[in-house]
Nanobody, 123 residues
Framework: VQLQASGGGLVQAGGSLRLACADP????????LGWFRQAPGKEREFVAA????????SYSDAVKGRFAISRERAKNTMYLQMNSLRPEDTGAYYC?????????????????WGQGTQVTVSS
């Protein structure tokens, strides 16, 4: 596994979690990175993305203003700070590396995936 996601857990609505995505082999240092999530019975959806140098960031409308994506190139790690969590944020969260230096919103833009980390938000 080239990307390793961690930080998921069970939290009450209104709470916070921080996810991390490590790239220990440094295979994606010059690639855009993104977070996607998948709820049971639903398709995987885009959450947030960040360019290789952090210069371009995008969010889905569902999380804009509540989630913050960042990356520390020196640590080869990307983060997703999730605040004001809602039950509808529940799902498996996946980190992924883009095929290029930028990071789009389409799943097809990504060719490296980490294992999911489960986030469960109780009401």
């Amino acid at each position: 596994v080239q990307l390793q996601a961690s930080g998921g857990g069970l939290v009450q609505a209104g709470g916070s979690l921080r996810l991390a995505c490590a790239d220990p082999r440094r295979t994606s240092s010059n690639n855009g990175l993104g977070w996607f999530r998948q709820a049971p019975g639903k398709e995987r959806e885009f959450v947030a993305a960040i360019a290789w140098n952090g210069g371009s960031i995008s969010y889905s409308d569902a999380v804009k203003g509540r989630f913050a994506i960042s990356r520390e190139r020196a640590k080869n790690t990307m983060y997703l700070q999730m605040n004001s969590l809602r039950p509808e944020d529940t799902g498996a969260y996946y980190c992924a590396a883009s095929r290029s230096a930028v990071a789009g919103t389409s799943i097809s833009s990504y060719n490296k995936w980490g294992q999911g980390t489960q986030v469960t938000v109780s009401s």
